[in-house]
């Protein structure tokens, strides 16, 4: 059964760091396209940042360019999603999803960027 | 960047009634080489994580009901349901995967009972 489990939420103050981890159970993880999505309170969704499966290509928003960094840890099945120089803005539930074969998402962790 | 347009923002809907969601795309989401459309619908309840609903643009996810259809083609495609059931109050969203790996979505419409 294919598990994403997402942690490392939290509230912190604008201009701090967070480390969100994305633990995946259920499938050959390293094979596979992870993808960050956030959903601000009462609002739609944005995708946020993508690693590929085989070769670690990264991709990001423009909003988070050069704040965030996604890198994978295969040994630990374990997508991580540094954000650095956090925003108000950024304030917002952050979900992972498997973005290639069969797509699912994980429950998501809240992430809070309050002074 | 591929930017999808929703319409209506929200809409009541009786109950056995059809429901009507359209999405638009700045650009087509029609890959040539296979023919197939990059695009899913997604349902989102509170507190919950989005469920997909559809992909390639009208190929239902396993398990979804067979009241819930899409359609479409080049840049327009429609969520139908064509008879509301109480528990598909939800918002709905557009997405295309078009883009390898940076997809965006609509910006959502609520679906709620009249």
């Known amino acids: 059964e294919v598990q994403l489990v997402e942690s490392g939420g939290g509230l912190v103050q604008p201009g701090e760091s967070l480390r969100l981890s994305c633990a995946a159970s259920g499938f050959t993880f390293s094979s596979y396209a992870i993808i960050w999505v956030r959903q601000a309170p009462g609002k739609g969704l944005e995708w946020v940042s993508s690693i590929s499966g085989s070769v670690d290509t990264t991709y990001y928003a423009d909003s988070v360019k050069g704040r965030f960094t996604i890198f994978r840890d295969n040994s630990k099945n374990t997508v991580y999603l540094q954000m650095n120089s956090l925003r108000a803005e950024d304030t917002a539930v952050y979900y992972c999803?498997?973005?290639?074969?069969?797509?699912?998402w994980g429950q998501g962790t809240l992430v809070t960027v309050s002074s | 960047d591929i930017v999808m347009t929703q319409s209506p923002d929200s809409l009541a809907v009786s109950l056995g009634e059809r429901a009507t969601i359209n999405c638009k795309s700045s650009?087509?989401?029609?890959?040539?080489?296979?023919?197939?459309?990059?695009l899913a619908w997604y349902q989102q309840k509170p507190g919950q994580p989005p469920k997909l609903l559809i992909y390639?643009?009208?190929t239902r996810e396993s398990g979804v009901p067979d009241r819930f259809s899409g359609s479409g083609s080049g840049t327009d495609f429609t969520l139908t349901i064509s008879s509301l059931q109480a528990e598909d109050v939800a918002v709905y969203y557009c997405?295309?995967?078009?883009?390898?790996?940076?997809?965006?979505f609509g910006q959502g419409t609520k679906v709620e009972i009249k």
């Open positions: 650009q087509s989401v029609l890959y040539s080489s296979n023919s197939k459309h990059y």
């Open positions: 997405q295309q995967y078009y883009t390898t790996l940076m997809w965006t």
């Open positions: 390639w643009a009208s």
């Open positions: 999803v498997k973005a290639s074969g069969a797509w699912f």
